[in-house]
Every structure is written in C-alpha cells, then in structure tokens.
DNA sequence: GATGAATGAGGATTCATTCAT
DNA sequence: GATGAATGAATCCTCATTCAT
C-alpha cells in the first residue's frame, strides 16, 4: 500500500530534520512520489504528521489502558506501563521521537487532540504512581516530580535505541522496570506476576530500516 | 547590550516554534531590529543558534568538571553532577530545550563541534557511574543503561519545569539527586557531603520571563 | 442528460467565481462527477466555455435576427431587438453573465470566433440605429454611441435581474423598450406594431436556482 | 515612485486577463521587479487589488458627492453625475473596468468594504431620480430601474472608450448627458446651468498608454 | 461511463541573505 | 549602527490534464 510508504519515508525524514525542515518534495521522493501525488494520499504536510503521531499516541493510550486494567497491584501496573512505553519506543523508535518533539508543529484543533491524547497517558502514569503511595507500597515525596522523571526516563530511549545494537527490546525494557520501580521506592514485579508479555506493537509508519543518525548504544 | 536581546529573543523562539519554522524577520522584531541589522550582531541564522548552544553546552561540561573535581566519592560527585544539570536546565528552560533539541538543524563542523561537546558531557557522566560500580557504592546491572535513563530523567526537566511553579530549582534538584541515587542502587549524598552548594548559572540568553507554552509543573 | 447538468453546473461557477477562478475539481463537483469524468462530456476547461457561450450568442444572433427580419420599420425592429436582449439576459442571466465577461479567457480560434459572433450581433443593433436615424424617426447626433448606450443598458442586466424579484421579465423588456426609445429620441412601439410576442429561449446551461450572489432588484 | 508603477502594471494586466488569471510573476515583470520586491511594496496579490479599486471607488463617490452638492435641481445634479461617472470611466478606462468586474475576487472584509462603497454611489444617483420625480422634472416610470439603465449605461463606457479614439472625454459626457436626460424624460442641463466643470480626475493607477486590447469607439 | 492515481507546471507567498544608503 | 530595497531560491499547495483500470 502507498500510502504507508509515504508515511514511513516520512517518519524517517521528520526524525532525522524536523518536520518544519523537511520539504513536501522531500517527502515526495522519499516514497518515490511526486509531490503532487503525495496530496492524493496524505493530504497535506500537517495532515501527515497527524496521523503519524495520531497512530503513535493511540497505541500508546492502549497499551498503558491494558497495561492498567490487568491488575490491581500498582507494583504490578507499574511496571507493565514502564514495558509497554519503552517497548513501543524502541520498537518504533523514529516514530516515538517525532510524536515526542513535533506537537509544537501542529496547529489548532489538531494541536488540541494530539495534547489530550498526550495528557491522557500522562495522566494513568500519574495514578498509578499516586495509588502505589497511597497503598504504601511506593516510597516517593512528590508524586507529580516521581512521574515526570520516569516519563523523561522513558521518552528519551527513542533518542538513542537502536535494533541493531547491543541490548534487545526485551533488555532495555527489563532495566527500565527496575530503574522505575527503584525511582518510586520499591521493589520491581517479577516475571511471574506479570503475567503473559504482552507483545510490543510495531507501527505501520515506522520504517523498516532506521537507518537514521543517532545515539547508539553501544 | 543588543547582542543579547537578540539572542534572548532567538531563545524563546527557537523554545517555542523550532529552530527551522522560526523566520529570521521574527528575530528581528522580536528583538526589536529590522532583520537586516541582526546581521550586524548575530551574523546569520545558524550562527546565532550555535553561540546560543555553544554558551549552553561549555557551561554545562564547566559544571561538570567542577562538580566531579570536587570530590572523589561517586556518590558525592553524581549528585553534584545531577544538582548541576537540573539547575542549569530549570533555571535555563528555554535555552536548555532548544540545546538539546536542535543539534540536528546545525551543519558541517558547527555539528561536529557541539556533539563533541555533548559527548565530552555524556562521558563525564558514564565515568562517574562506571567508577561507582567499580568501588562496589553503586549497584548497576548495565552502566550505559544507567546513564541514559539518568541523563533522559535530567534533560527533560527542561521541558516542564517552570520558575514560577510550585517548586523551586532547589527542590527539583534535592528530588532528582534521591531519584538518580535510587536509580545507581545507592542512598544520595547528604548536604554535608556535598560541601558549599554551587551555584546554578543563569545564561545571558535565558529570556527574563518565560512565558512560554509548556507542561507545567502544578 | 449529464452533459446539461456539468454545463449548468459550470455556468453558475463561472458566474460566481469567473472561469480563470473555478478549477476544475469544483467543476465537476457542482456536477457530482469525478473531475476526469469531466472530461468525458466537455472535453477540458476552455471546451466548456466555449460551448457554454457559444449557445447563447448563437441564440442571442438568432433573435435578433429574427426581430429585424420581422419588419421594416426601425423602431418596431429596436423595440423586438431590446425585448430579445433584456428577455434573454433576464431569463438566462447567470450563462449572458459569463458569455459578456469571460471572452478574454478564450484563446486563439476560440476567441476570433465568439468575437466575431458578438461583432455580428452589434452590427445588427447598429444597423437598425442608423436606419431609424436615415428614415428620421430616430433623432440620435452619433449613431455608434447611442448603440453602446443601447448595449450598454441591456447587457448589464443579466447583473441584476433576478427571477425570483419584484418585476417579471416582461416587466423588465417593457420599460427597456421605452428607455431605449427615448434614448434614439423616438416614441415606444406599441404592442400591436409589436406583433405577436417572440418568448424568449430558456438555455439549456441556465442554472434552475439562481441562488447566486448578485445586485437584487427589489 | 515605485508603488505607482506597480499598480498602474497591475492594472493593465487585470484589465486584460482579469484578476484570477494573473499571476504575481507577471505582476512583477510589468512593474520591473522580481516577484518578491512586489511584496515589499504592495503586500500581496489581493491587497493590490483592493488598493487600486478603493481609489477609484473613493474617487467617483467623491466625485458624485460633489456633483450633488453644487446644486437642488435634479436635471443638474443628474447631469452633473452621469459627467462625473462618464468622465472617470473615460479618462481611467482601465481601472474603472477591474474596479467594476473584480468586486467578486476579493474576500471577507475587503469585499464588505468595497460592495459598501459601490452602495453608496448608487444610492447617491437613486436619490436624484427619485427627487426628479418627486418634483415632477422626471417621468419614470420604475425609479429603480432608470437607475439600473443608466448605471449600465455609464459602466460600460470603461470597456469601450479609447482616449485616442475618434471621441474626447467631453464629446462622450455631453452625449450621455443627453441619453440620461432622455430615459429619465427630462430636458438635459444647459451648460450654463451646470456651471463651471469638474474636471475628471486621472488616476494615479490609470496606465498612462491604454493600449490593451478593447472595443475601440471608430 | 467512470475514476483513482499520477504528474509537470505553475499558483501565491516567504525564505535567508546582501548591499547601497 | 541601522535599514529599506531587492532578489533567487525555496516554501506549501493546486492546477489542468492524461491514462490504466
């Protein structure tokens, strides 16, 4: 299908320039398109950052929705959230990085979904923090600073995660656990009370090859 | 002086649109100069934005030396380390964020260059965690890792923090030198061990009033 | 027939917009067609016009004609003249709209040809000027300028005249016979000179519903 | 200065091809400058537009205003009138051609302004008719509609008068002043009774040398 | 008969930059 | 030190048109 070759060419471009730094003829022969024939199937440079960032913040609502709705222990929820977030952006991470860094670029209604959207996962992070206090079993003196350190925590491996390098998803997302549970001041769930993985979605915009400069861990 | 209008004005706006959706008649009225005399302080576009990075950056990797100079306890050195970054990030939101973010809009050896600078940084911070491991103070399972989630709780606090929210730079300071101790495995340094508190720097580029769009801390 | 419905559609653009305004996606919108299939019945934009003009100066040529065949007296041929023209004007005033304004969109052949259509119909006016002014019933100092003025008051209004308003377009040939009697100094044909009324011709381009924006006679 | 030429450039295009289907290129080239030097001095394609048409709107109210005020008999004001809008439309022919066919290019406040202003002359030459009859000078016998004839009647002299042509600016006044008089049934104002001239007042849009292509008066 | 896909050319506008004043 | 004028290149986007399906 085209239309997903254009949003990947895209991602990969927004991810590397900016999307205010990438041209619509960029775009074009990124998919191997005119730039006329790009508006049959995107629509607009604004449309098309839309609905990439659109898919991105979607799956991110779901998978921090079940990753919440499976338990009731916040140890637990924790922990879950922390491996969908980092899973979704390792596996996607050009599509994570620029639905992180471009919301600035949209303008109003759209602007206004995409921050709700965004605020919507922030705020099940919140809860769920919030709860594993009030329960005890978090040990942390500002909820909201506890969330924003692990949000950061977790964004930023869209800066530097890369399929090809050392650590598998399943790595980084095993460490991420502990760091966040060592954050709010307890211990990480293990294995067992976790449950079944639930698998991290690979996003039909994110390119196959990330063949994009960034930090590589190494 | 003139030269720092304009750069004070180029700050908050490279902050708010992006350094390439920022049109350089916006610097100029925002600093209250035709474009063409921006030129005579600024000398182009991309020249601007790297002083602006540059004076972020050296003060950064300055802080850091010194923070890790003072001492040879990893636990004292990392949080100064960590009280360094988030007072300079909390007390230069906008010119923090526009540091981070927009390395890539640079081109040829003014990107070199400041990756350089940036590296220099990131490394201070990996040794300050590799010795800790070493000394046993420290209980890390990937030290990369480590750093990455550190540095990614730290950067971002550019993007929320707001001097005049409910904490002060000191408090989000004392808050992440617990958080970064918890992440290491080990208990933070006390006041006593940290010795005479060093001063974040306010850069002559921060505009005075950030009134800036961003999530702000409540 | 969807031939008619494209051209009715197209008739009420051109008369909104003007044709250099109306793209061709709106064309065949207004004719619930696909833009290509436009192509089918019209064969492209100019094609469009042309046919579109062509049918009423041909059935603008015809009345006349056929009102200066009719007798031999001038002011029974000026009074049938002017009620051809304000009854054509004013029953299809969206298509004599666009045929008197949009001549110099045409090109090349396109454009001698309507030209030439438009010269032969002023020439018929004028002949029947200068004939009343031979036989001394008109009282006119200059023959071309009284038959602009003539042209002048009919064409314009297909700009006004509205189907729906105060005046019926019988109402509207009436007074224009007399305006234009007096203008060439001479007295109204009456009805009976006139013979028996020539209806005038409802285009097959004429929109039904001029719901267009226009100058209402109220 | 610079911002005549282009908008006596501009004028001579829009009265050729229309506004819509001329392009800022072509703009600039007639004014000797490079597109973008047209932005410097005009502000825009439609701001241009508005520009000249607000000038010879302002002008002809101005003029009509004038005309109206020198004297209470309506056989003078009317006369007064049809040598102002005569007089305008035959030494401005071009501009007064856009500024009567263009109104539909223009969009929200632009166009509200403009259709006010053209409201208001005609409201002016309402007026006259409607004292003419009231006093009993004039025998119309549908107010509105003399009105229309002769708004037809004069607008049109812009599409056909020629200053090199075979008829002064003054033969084609005293003419319509004559035809007006006729279709409103009244004796046309002696010259004395009209008093001293108004002369028209040549636009500083108007192209110095009308050679575009038109219905030349022979 | 109808259409989605495709395109090169061109639409208006803004870009960063230079330079004479 | 400061600026209005100027420009070529680039911006996003729409144009009329063709063609395989």
């Not at 996962?121 to 009030?134: A, M």
């Not at 800066?159 to 954050?183: C, H, I, K, M, S």
Request: glycine share 10%; with cysteine.
């Amino acid at each position: 299908m085209s239309a997903e070759r254009v949003q990947r060419g895209a991602v990969r471009l927004f991810a590397d320039r900016g999307y205010a730094a990438t041209g619509i003829r960029e775009l074009g022969k990124a998919a191997g398109l005119n730039s006329a024939t790009l508006y049959h199937y995107a629509g607009g440079k604004e449309d098309l950052l839309v609905r990439i960032m659109r898919s991105c913040l979607e799956e991110l609502l779901r998978a921090a929705t079940a990753a919440v709705d499976g338990s009731d222990d916040p140890r637990v929820q924790l922990a879950r959230l922390i491996r969908a977030h980092v899973g979704l952006s390792a596996l996607n991470p050009l599509t994570a990085r620029v639905t992180d860094q471009e919301i600035r670029a949209l303008t109003g209604a759209n602007r206004q979904a995409l921050l709700g959207l965004r605020d919507d996962y922030e705020s099940i992070v919140g809860r769920v923090i919030e709860r594993g206090v009030r329960t005890g079993q978090f040990d942390v003196a500002d909820v909201r600073l506890a969330g924003l350190a692990l949000l950061g925590m977790c964004n930023e491996v869209a800066n530097w995660y890369r399929p090809d390098g050392r650590l598998t998803v399943g790595d980084v997302q095993d460490r991420f656990v502990e760091f966040a549970a060592r954050v709010v001041g307890t211990a990480p769930a293990t294995r067992a009370e976790l449950g079944p993985d639930q698998e991290p979605v690979r996003l039909a915009c994110e390119p196959v090859d990330p063949a994009v400069e960034t930090r590589q861990v190494t």
